[in-house]
């Protein structure tokens, strides 16, 4: 089922939590709401749930209106980061409780929750309470609670929060694989920008009740639209630069503090003299390769290595830097066998195509 | 750490006190139902037992007073839990206000309130006035009774009045408790607003709502006042009430004693094990806010109109007294012919009633500060320290809340009755300070301040509970003995759940009924309360008046307590009556 919203709006009092937000979830996509705490991805996915009421615009699911409708006549079962399991009712009865509502034949709802609850490998414990199962099995019998009723649309708030590390990975590959089978159009509110580029078909990244940026999960990490996109999907390191000129073949010419740099234009009509942020993120900067002909070359000093068993994270002062630049440059060192020590030269190539182009406000 | 003797020395002296004060009263009840004095000689027999069960008017009595409780508590809970709903799910203008108003009830004792209601819904009363000036009235040779049945439905509105707050409170706290993930997790599967009150919030509330539900049975089962003021003789805390006047050895008294006491308990502690099963059903996550359903146009006006007319039934006893404290002359008249403020002249000159506020004064004072000492030493004890008898004193401190008041008044006046001499020794000393027909005083203190403990070391506990250990630790790593840590570190920080526990223990001894209506037994003791008691047993026309007015003033008193108390613990109102 195709979902829309149109500029929708929320405020309390005088804060806006949701600024006139619009997006487009295709049937059948895994979609994800991303961002910091606050930033209205919550405030959006109860609204279209139907707990909250918007001040204005619209919900349209293929087409149809529903904002006026209330929760339970919009069919999107949600999965909580509680996991908002009944206590009082067993894990076969919490499973069937939706069943239950459309007073389908007792045969019908037997073999529909068995089944919801053998796809998350719960039916074993059918019969138990919510209170004797863990903080994974709980969620997992939530999945099957949404699943029972074949639901076009899934709303999950931060399903995998509450969930240790290990598991939440382990979670993620189950959810996914649960999507593959029954494809339903997924609504995804998370703060964790790995979780989202993991699992999303698409994603919209909010800030401050604002949309930022919607796209796959490839493009929004390599392409940000703004700083916060690209600080949110991870380190970056960052250059002020001013744009110098835009070349016939779509390479542009900025002047950096560590001197000048030829990036890769793309699309952006950028005129000279525009102040510009430049940056690359710590694992797109090669270490000591020799054979890259585009790349930005920069020679510099390992200040400190931090050793995380997988990598090792160099912290890096640019040897040609002028007096005044005073930031630290990160890099990562994935060879196991190459160890690094502090005091030790490097040069870091960054290829064209891998620098990022933020316009400063 | 060990704990050291100074400790074990403090704690065997609280027990003590405590098994001096508990259990003693009630083991004397037992002894006196089942020893038989034949010959000089003592011995076993349930031959007491025996005749209370082939007494047709005891059995009267307690029919009476379940029915009375199960109405109260009926009534209570159809008013309570609707209300707990409506201001847990919706937003109308003034919700605040109206829930203050809700409130009322507390601060006027059933007792107190029932005096002035009498005057407005008898025979002969003020509501019939009105209603004559518009039809049907006192003209009519057969007036509506209001209070029909001989004062029977006076007591269960009465009560039913009081209560329903406490239960409100008890259920709104129960209801916020609740995870509202589960409730939208049920709609957003399909089902309506209704279907989800019934399959989730209901059931998840139904542990909880009987436990209170209990506890309102126990308390109007033993109510003592209000049953005494509409003259309503047969149910038990009055029958027990008459027979402590008899001097004089009168089994039934023990064994009506022993019943009750047997009732309550039982019902006690079924209550607790619905209440841990209701704790364990509310650890539901994170809970999210929710959004309240703003109220318009028609279930607006449905719930302002529904509210505006209970409270003003609830504040009907409140009225009636303010009238009744400031009327002339009010004889078969909608409204007093005459106005006066003599009456509160005569409360604050007049030496049976200065004497009988001043008793309380010092009375809810004391046992305040008692409370205040036992209760921090208990409450730290049971929450941060290990020892041998730690269950011994948990028990202990709860166990106040399974005696009735009527039972503890009762053991003591049985358990104290100390006599001049004993065995050839002379105990006039004690007998005069201890026995409360000599010196109601120092018994009464005790009473109040035993039966309000378990709330004052429940206070302490939950104080102590949300503040970590690591504070007191960090205090001892610095070089601070346990004391100064005490001193300077835990009573601050406590400062608010203490005052709050201390001034809620003075309301409840300023107005209590049951103890001080048994206890008091030598007129210069009177509390306020008995003081009222006898004022309106007298047949000189003003004394209702007088009576009312000094009710006022005990109801001002009360009020300000509970401001006082609410600001000081800064806790909401429904935590403080759990």
Request: charged share 20%; net charge positive; glycine share 8%.
């Amino acid at each position: 089922m195709r979902i829309e919203l149109r500029d929708v709006r929320k405020a309390y009092g005088q804060t806006r939590v949701i600024d006139g937000v619009s997006l487009n979830v295709a049937a059948g996509e895994f979609f994800f709401l991303l961002g910091p705490s606050g930033c209205g991805k919550t405030t959006l996915l109860r609204i279209l749930a139907g707990f909250i009421a918007p001040d204005s615009g619209e919900i349209l699911l293929d087409g149809r209106a529903v904002g006026h409708l209330p929760p339970e006549v919009r069919r999107m079962p949600m999965v909580f980061q509680s996991y908002a399991l009944w206590p009082h009712l067993s894990v076969f009865e919490n499973t069937a409780y939706g069943l239950r509502v459309q007073r389908l034949p007792e045969e019908e709802i037997r073999r529909r929750t068995l089944e919801a609850l053998e796809a998350t490998r719960m039916a074993d414990f059918q019969d138990r309470s919510p209170n004797q199962l863990s903080g994974g099995q709980q969620q997992r019998v939530a999945i099957s609670r949404a699943m029972a009723v074949n639901p076009n649309i899934v709303l999950f708030d931060e399903p995998l929060s509450n969930l240790d590390a290990r598991l939440r990975l382990d979670m993620r590959q189950e959810l996914l694989e649960i999507h593959r089978r029954k494809p339903f159009t997924a609504v995804y509110v998370t703060h964790d920008q790995e979780e989202a580029m993991t699992m999303a078909t698409r994603m919209a990244v909010l800030n401050r009740g604002a949309l930022q940026q919607i796209g796959a999960p490839q493009e929004v990490y390599t392409r940000p639209a703004n700083r916060f996109v690209a600080e949110f999907m991870g380190t970056v390191n960052w250059l002020r630069a001013v744009a110098q000129e835009i070349r016939k073949d779509g390479s542009l010419l900025v002047e950096t503090p560590l001197g000048p740099w030829k990036l890769c234009a793309g699309d952006t009509r950028i005129s000279a003299g525009r102040a510009l942020l430049v940056g690359f993120r710590p694992g797109a900067a090669r270490l000591d390769e020799m054979d890259r002909r585009d790349a930005q070359r920069i020679p510099c000093e390992i200040l400190r290595v931090q050793y995380t068993g997988a990598s090792q994270r160099l912290a890096l002062k640019p040897s040609r830097a002028p007096a005044a630049f005073l930031e630290e440059l990160q890099a990562i060192e994935t060879n196991p066998g190459r160890v690094r020590k502090a005091g030790e030269t490097v040069e870091i190539h960054v290829p064209a195509g891998d620098i990022l182009i933020v316009l400063e406000d | 750490m060990k704990n050291s003797w100074r400790f074990y020395l403090a704690l065997a002296g609280v027990i003590v006190f405590l098994g001096i004060f508990l259990v003693y009263p009630v083991l004397s009840i037992m002894q006196g139902s089942v020893l038989v004095e034949e010959a000089g000689e003592k011995r076993f027999s349930l031959i007491f037992f025996q005749l209370f069960a082939e007494s047709g008017l005891m059995w009267r009595c307690l029919s009476n007073s379940f029915v009375l409780a199960a109405a109260t508590t009926l009534v209570s809970t159809c008013l309570a839990l609707p209300l707990a709903q409506l201001f847990a799910r919706c937003d109308f203008p003034a919700k605040r206000l109206w829930q203050a108003l809700l409130m009322a009830p507390l601060i006027l004792p059933p007792f107190v309130g029932a005096i002035g209601i009498q005057q407005l819904l008898g025979r002969f009363g003020a509501i019939n006035h009105l209603l004559g000036l518009v039809g049907p009235g006192v003209e009519n040779p057969h007036p509506v009774d209001w209070l029909g049945g001989g004062g029977f439905w006076g007591v269960i509105a009465m009560q039913s009045l009081h209560f329903f707050p406490i239960l409100f409170l008890n259920l709104s706290t129960a209801l916020e408790n609740i995870n509202p993930a589960v409730h939208e997790a049920a709609r957003c599967l399909g089902a309506g607003p209704a279907r989800v009150f019934r399959t989730v919030t209901f059931p998840l509330l139904l542990p909880g709502l009987l436990a209170g539900a209990l506890i309102v049975f126990i308390w109007a089962f033993t109510d003592l006042g209000t049953p005494e003021i509409f003259g309503f003789h047969h149910v038990v805390a009055v029958q027990i009430f008459d027979r402590v006047k008899e001097t004089g050895f009168n089994p039934f008294g023990y064994t009506l004693v022993m019943v009750v006491l047997l009732v309550t308990v039982a019902l006690f502690l079924w209550s607790r094990r619905l209440l841990a099963r209701q704790d364990y059903v509310t650890h539901g996550g994170a809970a999210s806010a929710q959004e309240l359903t703003r109220l318009r146009r028609a279930p607006l006006c449905v719930t302002v109109s529904g509210l505006g007319l209970l409270v003003a039934v609830a504040l009907l006893p409140h009225a009636s007294i303010i009238l009744q404290s400031v009327s002339g002359r009010w004889f078969m008249s909608a409204l007093p012919q005459e106005w006066t403020a003599e009456h509160y002249r005569e409360v604050f000159s007049l030496p049976q009633t200065l004497t009988g506020l001043k008793n309380s004064l010092l009375y809810a004072s004391v046992s305040a500060l008692l409370d205040v000492v036992l209760g921090i030493a208990i409450g730290y004890w049971l929450a941060r320290k290990e020892f041998t008898g730690k269950t011994v004193l948990d028990a202990l401190t709860v166990l106040p809340l399974a005696l009735p008041g009527i039972v503890l008044a009762f053991g003591y006046v049985v358990g104290f009755n100390i006599p001049s001499q004993w065995g050839g020794v002379d105990f006039s000393w004690l007998k005069d300070f201890v026995n409360p027909r000599e010196n109601p005083a120092f018994l009464l203190i005790i009473s109040y301040s035993v039966r309000r403990l378990p709330y004052v070391v429940r206070a302490v506990h939950a104080g102590l509970q949300q503040m970590s250990v690591s504070l007191e630790e960090a205090s001892r790593n610095l070089g601070a003995g346990a004391f100064t840590t005490l001193r300077r570190i835990v009573l601050p920080l406590l400062k608010g759940n203490i005052l709050g526990g201390a001034v809620l223990t003075f309301a409840f001894a300023f107005l209590e009924v049951s103890d001080s209506l048994i206890l008091a037994m030598k007129e210069d003791f009177y509390p306020v309360t008995k003081t009222i008691w006898s004022l309106l047993g007298r047949i000189e026309p003003g004394s209702a008046s007088v009576a009312s007015a000094l009710g006022v003033v005990g109801m001002l008193v009360l009020l300000t307590c509970f401001y006082v108390a609410q600001r000081a613990s800064g806790r909401r109102a429904g935590e403080m009556f759990r």
